[in-house]
């Protein structure tokens, strides 16, 4: 049964930082892409940022670049995701997924709760 379980979530003020991490079980995670997403309240799920398997190709969106970091052990079977320089927009549940051979999120974790205050 393959499980994602992020943490690292809380209260920062803008301008602050946080790290998540999200440790996975039941899956050869060296095989996967990783990624992160988040949801703030009364919008859809967005896409955050990325990172292959091989840990070489990254990918961020528009509103995170400069700011976020993904990063992942795979000895750990963890990735991470620092976030520097947090807006209050910021705010919204971050979600870790996992995306196999045949190209989709197949699996996601919980969700943990970020909330910047201004």
């Known amino acids: 049964q393959v499980q994602l379980v992020e943490s690292g979530g809380g209260l920062v003020q803008a301008g602050g930082s946080l790290r998540l991490s999200c440790g996975a079980s039941?899956?050869?995670?060296?095989?996967?892409?990783m990624g992160w997403f988040r949801q703030a309240p009364g919008k859809e799920r967005e896409f955050v940022a990325a990172?292959?398997?091989?840990?070489?190709?990254?990918e961020y969106a528009d509103s995170v670049k400069g700011r976020f970091t993904i990063s992942r052990e795979n000895a750990q079977n963890t990735v991470y995701l620092h976030m520097n320089s947090l807006k209050p927009e910021d705010t919204a549940i971050y979600y870790c997924?996992?995306?196999?051979?045949?190209?989709?999120?197949?699996?996601w974790g919980q969700g943990t709760q970020v909330t910047v205050s201004s």
């Open positions: 039941g899956l050869t995670f060296s095989r996967y892409t």
């Open positions: 997924a996992a995306k196999g051979p045949l190209g989709s999120y197949a699996y």
């Open positions: 990172r292959d398997w091989s840990g070489i190709r990254t």
